[in-house]
Nanobody
């Protein structure tokens, strides 16, 4: 299973970006998907997550500005980021818990995408 994140870039404060994360490979289903971010010198933190039944959690810092969604038919997750602030500058990583078949058993494993850089200037 591979996760491919895209959509990062440079914007001015107040601008918007839309991130995408495509999951590919041999899968039975995708459970929870999430976006994390890591700013320079900081620990990686959860930005938002969405379950297979679309239960959503947001970090307090992005509530009201960011919207997470997923298209199960396309194995794709999105993060619409509006009203961006300089403190949103970070590498954004997608994360997914995926159920797959190996032999006679099914396994739930967690995968990470490669990260996409978001830079917000003041």
């Amino acid at each position: 299973v591979q996760l491919q994140a895209s959509g990062g870039g440079s914007v001015e404060a107040g601008g918007s970006l839309r991130l995408s994360c495509l999951a590919s490979g041999s899968m039975i289903s995708i459970n929870t998907m999430a976006w994390f971010r890591q700013a320079p010198g900081q620990q990686r933190e959860l930005v938002a997550q969405i379950s297979s039944s679309s239960t959503i959690i947001y970090a307090d810092s992005v509530k009201g500005r960011f919207t997470i969604s997923r298209d199960n038919a396309k194995n794709t997750m999105y993060l619409q980021m509006n009203s961006l602030k300089p403190e949103d500058t970070a590498v954004y990583y997608c994360n997914a818990n995926v159920r797959s078949q190996r032999g006679f058993r099914q396994y739930d494993d967690t995968y990470w995408g490669q990260g996409t850089l978001v830079t917000v200037s003041s």
